[in-house]
């Protein structure tokens, strides 16, 4: 059965470094993956999406260029590599693995597009 499970979670001061893992049972189609966050109170938003192991990324204009979003198709990880963080950053962080065309359009769209969803882990960044 499909299966997510994150991890990497934690606690940072602003402008550091965290790397989260999405770790996807067998079952899982992890052709188009994605990154979300959800703030107590808020809709959850995508943050990053990735086709094809790599082969195309997209990001939400809030993260470009400090976060990174990479698979290893070896080992069935997604990745989610966040640097530069910034309080507005604190959110729990979940992937999904979802239908073709995930990453289609503008992240608003991505999350009506997932099929598996992991758990989520918490990420809190202060001041």
């Known amino acids: 059965q499909a299966q997510l499970a994150e991890s990497g979670g934690g606690s940072v001061q602003a402008g550091g470094s965290l790397r989260l893992s999405c770790a996807a049972s067998?079952?899982?189609?992890?052709?188009?993956m994605a990154w979300f966050r959800q703030a107590p109170g808020q809709e959850r938003e995508g943050v990053a999406c990735?086709?094809?192991?790599?082969?195309?990324?997209y990001y939400a204009d809030s993260v470009q260029g400090r976060f990174t979003i990479s698979q290893d198709k070896d080992n069935n990880t997604l990745y989610l590599q966040m640097n530069s963080l910034k309080p507005e950053d604190t959110a729990t962080y979940s992937c999904g693995a979802g239908r073709h065309g995930l990453c289609g359009g503008t992240s608003k769209y991505w999350a009506g597009r997932v099929d598996t969803w992991g758990q989520g882990t918490q990420v809190t960044v202060s001041s």
């Open positions: 990735v086709i094809g192991f790599g082969r195309s990324a």
């Open positions: 067998a079952s899982t189609n992890t052709y188009s």
